[in-house]
């Protein structure tokens, strides 16, 4: 799927699948959003050396093309059973509070929904993400692999029941980056030497 899901006119940005060029921009622009200390953060081990899930990864861009918000779904498990974990949603702080951020947290939702996904996982602000259908109702027997205050790990259900008796560990369960792959490769071939 490619294209634009917001139009130009009134909003002033197009929602577009996530390309290989926009990297850089991107991680730039969560720099500056979310601050020094966001690669030390619980989501970040479960996102460290994968591949966003296929098809779920979203840019917002300005008129000019430029990229002013971004978001990523990412395959975990916890239980045996197949989850998303959503992050990081960010936006630039110069086009803050022009709806960026839930355009693309609809978006996210609608393409995860199309796509046969259960259930979606985040760390967050409750009283922002509740919109969306977000809560920790059915979230107090998952574990993320690291610190988390149990009121900001909320769950939303694609699937009505997916989240029923889900327990245990979060784990990352996607596609490994090709960077991290040769990596881990070569440490392993390095260790056998």
């Known amino acids: 799927m490619t294209g634009h899901v917001c139009g130009f006119g009134k909003t002033g940005f ?6 290989g060029t ?24 479960l996102r460290r050396g994968m591949l966003p899930s296929s098809g779920l990864a979203f840019v ?3 008129s000019n093309g430029t990229l002013i918000g971004s978001v990523r779904l990412w395959d975990v498990a916890a239980g045996g059973r197949q989850l998303l974990l959503l992050g990081p949603l ?3 702080s110069e086009v803050a509070g022009r709806g960026i951020g839930s355009a693309l947290m609809r978006h996210a ?12 996982m985040l760390v967050g602000d409750a009283a922002y993400y509740s919109r969306f259908g977000f809560s920790v109702e059915k979230t107090g027997g998952l574990i993320m ?4 205050e149990r009121s900001r790990l909320l ?3 694609l699937l009505p029941g997916y989240l029923d008796e889900v327990a245990g ?15 881990t490769r070569s440490a392993r071939l390095m260790r056998v030497a």
């Open 169 to 183: 560990l979060l784990v990352p369960n996607g596609r490994l980056a090709p960077a991290f792959v040769r990596r």
């Open 109 to 120: 939702i609608d393409r995860a929904t199309e796509l046969g996904h259960g259930a979606i």
């Open 90 to 92: 960010a936006v630039a």
């Open 22 to 45: 926009d990297r850089g921009t991107r991680e730039a622009m969560l720099d500056r959003a979310m601050g020094p200390g966001r690669k030390r953060k619980s989501s970040e081990k």
């Open 155 to 157: 769950g939303c259900e």
């Open 14 to 19: 197009a929602i577009e699948n996530e390309i």
């Open 145 to 148: 692999p690291g610190p988390v």
């Open 60 to 62: 917002a861009r300005d």
